[in-house]
């Protein structure tokens, strides 16, 4: 996957200024954020699988009632999530229950439920650490520095000529060839993201959760 000095490379050769002499990385750098938050809104308007993320075990302490500061950043829709002990395979975690508000109930060693409250995933709290895995859809992190990743593969055939067009536009000369060039991109970047949206995955089978859960199983 392509890094933001990939499309800025790819943006100074359109710019005929290999060697960014008048188009430093300072200069294209706010170019190239505009360029890619396009491209993460239109990703997100159909909807595509890239978008979709399972995070790495997410410790919870005893007692706590949130993620904390260890919710990601870039949630924008919390799907499921699982839990299990501290240190166990994932393999072992099991499903928690979604609701609309936690439950008036008495503290277990188990999270059990859990809840997408003021964009906060919010818990009835466990009496002792557990560990939770989270399934969203999250938008792809702004690029700040040269070496942080696009998130998106092939995103410089896009953001590259988008931040030409930019450029040329900022100094009042003509962009429309560019631009057709980022557009056609564009869509071919959104269509091939959306075929493999929609290809078959094998799904692992459905296992029993554990007797002390009851009601329905959100997924």
Not at 114 to 141: C, H, K, M, N, P
Request: charge should be neutral; glycine fraction near 6%; hydrophobic fraction near 40%.
């Amino acid at each position: 996957m392509a890094q933001a000095l990939q499309a800025i490379k790819f943006a100074r050769t359109y710019l005929n200024d290999i060697n960014g002499f008048t188009w430093n990385d300072a200069t294209l750098m706010p170019l190239l954020q505009l360029a890619h938050n396009e491209l993460v809104q239109k990703l997100e308007i159909n909807r595509t699988g890239l978008l979709k993320v399972q995070s790495s075990p997410i410790l919870v302490p005893a007692l706590a009632i949130t993620l904390g500061t260890s919710q990601p950043s870039n949630i924008i829709n919390p799907i499921s999530m699982i839990e299990g002990a501290v240190g166990d395979d994932p393999n072992n975690f099991e499903d928690m229950i979604k609701v609309t508000f936690i439950p008036y109930e008495d503290q277990t060693e188990y999270l059990t439920y859990w809840a997408w409250i003021g964009q906060l995933i919010t818990f009835l709290g466990a009496t002792e650490d557990r560990s939770v895995i989270l399934r969203y859809e999250g938008s792809l992190a702004t690029p700040q520095l040269l070496t942080d990743q696009l998130g998106c593969i092939f995103a410089e055939n896009y953001i590259g000529p988008r931040i030409a067009s930019l450029a040329f536009t900022a100094t009042g000369k003509d962009n429309k060839v560019i631009q057709a060039l980022a557009d056609r991109n564009l869509h071919q970047i959104v269509q091939s993201q959306v075929t493999n949206d929609q290809r078959p995955v094998r799904r692992r089978g459905y296992r029993s959760a554990k007797s002390s859960y009851s009601g329905n199983w959100g997924r």
